[in-house]
């Protein structure tokens, strides 16, 4: 009877214990999970011998169970957090009432201009950002060339700088001065574009310079590889300038003589002979296989020197010489060789027209 008054007894204390507790109503422990009997502080060995006891394989590690575990809440305690004492987050003894944000702990220095949500930026290690370059390749401003090396203050400024208010993603939205002041061409005087990246390389140290200004819609390479930037935007006007070979080589065109483009009514499409090679040098008709006479393969490949060789008259490429070339062959033997072919002639156009594509 007397022990069973004992446990009675020990059941009521601990009830009233907890009907007692000053860490509400959630927490449902007996205060020796955490307290001893010597006084209410709970010593900072208590939590490492029970993180010690976590992460080892102690047989009786589920009596632990019986004791509180931050990691059994929705806040594991990680990083610097593990570190903290418990009112710095818990300011009064009701436990519940701490918020698992990190605003509710930490004063928002950069002015919800980067949201609410800390670990975007930062981890619970320290207040370093290690993936600025993945938070701008998310932000859709991903970070090239010289912009991998900018500071943030030089593209966000403020007066705290510490706020990081969002930009566009356009160049003039950081670059607008700098369209504006240049004068060498003036860029808003010769109707630029203001995409920058038009003209310019992003990976470039300077707008200008070596690598800084890219021609990469018209490359000026071979025969283009000038520095005059004049010799081709003529009149100080550096937009609306045809990209069409004939619109700067018309004067070429009407003077060539070997052979006379002109009289010969030749494409104004140079590139349909040409390469930009200096000098307009080699040339090559390739079209010539498709549409005449495969000079580019078959037997006549690497044959003949120039369109001269064949096209006698420099005026008239519809005159062409087979016999003038394959005058070695003698007149009366290939008359003999050619008996059987009624009304065979030793003249071009019958080379022509039995032998179409040049072969024997």
Known sequence: MHKLSSIAAFFLLAYSCLAQSPHGELLRLDCGACHNAAN???PKSYWAELEEQLASDNPDVQQLNLKFNHNNTLF???GQHALAECRDCHEGLIFEEAEATCYSCHTDIHQQTVGMDCTRCHSQNNWLVDDINEIHQING????????????TDCHQSETRLRFDRLGNECLDCHQMDYQNT???NHSQAGYSTNCMECHDVAASAWSGLGGFGHFFFPLEKGHEIADCSACHTGGTFSNLSPECFSCHQTDYESALTPNHQALNFSTDCTACHTTDVGWMPAKFGD????AFPIYSGNHKNEWNACTDCHTDPGNYTVFSCIDCHEHN???RLANEHDDVGGYQYVSSSCYACHPDGSE
């Open 330 to 332: 003698n007149p009366s």
């Open 141 to 152: 401003f991903p970070l090239l060339g010289q912009h991998a090396f900018a500071y943030c």
């Open 183 to 185: 004068s060498s061409p």
């Open 40 to 42: 209410w502080e709970i």
């Open 288 to 291: 010539h296989d498709n549409e």
């Open 76 to 78: 594991p305690l990680t």
